[in-house]
């Protein structure tokens, strides 16, 4: 099973945006499991289990696991191809968000068009490298930096930008014979507040967990 994997066809976007496919998907990452087995969990028939289970199939969003034996009857054991799917632009190719359109280093959405181009073309490079059975040359930084001040964040991105070019300089060659081009996307933006978990009622009245020793 693959860690994540892109959709690329729209067809198949739209049966893993289905609530139910969707659910069975989320279920089967956990592990292989038949329609009978699934059914229970999802509150379906089997019948409909099955009937969903398919369409996942023809998409190949699910796959065949193995099979078992259950009294008179052969169980097929379904499971995930990937523990997580991301919806490629190319799904959505006449209305796939372009940043060439327009160029504006401070505005959010066309920090949001870089990354759909960037979610497009790495799903593009996997599928290409994956029928061709070559390893994919990428390299991603991911961080995190709390700035006391905007002063502060304008300095960064004003370092930041002066430190990049520099690289981009000093490395490019135009010229290389059989040198290949590679894109480059560098993105600051404020940090997504965690969603507090919902209270229940067996939460509410559980324990409060004991902080750490402060050394």
Do not use: C
Not at 15 to 38: F, H, K, N, T
Not at 46 to 61: D, F, P, S
Not at 64 to 82: F, H, I, P, Q, S
Request: hydrophobic share 45%; charged share 25%.
């Amino acid at each position: 099973m693959l860690d994540v994997t892109v959709i690329e066809d729209a067809k198949a976007a739209a049966v893993s945006l289905d609530p139910i496919r969707a659910r069975l998907l989320a279920e089967l990452a956990a592990g292989p499991a038949s329609a009978a087995m699934l059914a229970g969990k999802v509150g379906l028939p089997r019948q409909k289990v099955n009937y969903h289970l398919k369409a996942l199939e023809r998409h190949g969003l699910v796959e065949l696991a193995g099979e078992r034996r259950k009294g008179n009857v052969t169980e097929r054991l379904m499971r995930a191809t990937a523990a997580s799917y991301v919806i490629s632009p190319l799904a959505l190719a006449a209305v796939q968000p372009d940043p060439d359109r327009f160029r504006d280093q401070l505005s959010a959405r066309w920090l949001l068009a870089l990354g759909a181009r960037l979610v497009r073309d790495v799903g593009s490079l996997i599928t290409g490298a994956a029928k061709a059975r070559k390893r994919l040359a990428t390299y991603a930084l991911d961080g995190e930096v709390t700035f006391a001040s905007a002063a502060d964040r304008a300095a960064f991105i004003e370092e930041l930008t002066a430190g990049v070019g520099g690289l981009i300089r000093k490395y490019h060659d135009a010229d290389a014979e059989g040198g290949r081009p590679h894109r480059i996307v560098v993105a600051v933006h404020p940090t997504v507040k965690a969603v507090p978990p919902t209270v229940t009622p067996e939460t509410a009245t559980a324990p409060a967990p004991i902080p750490p020793a402060q050394g």
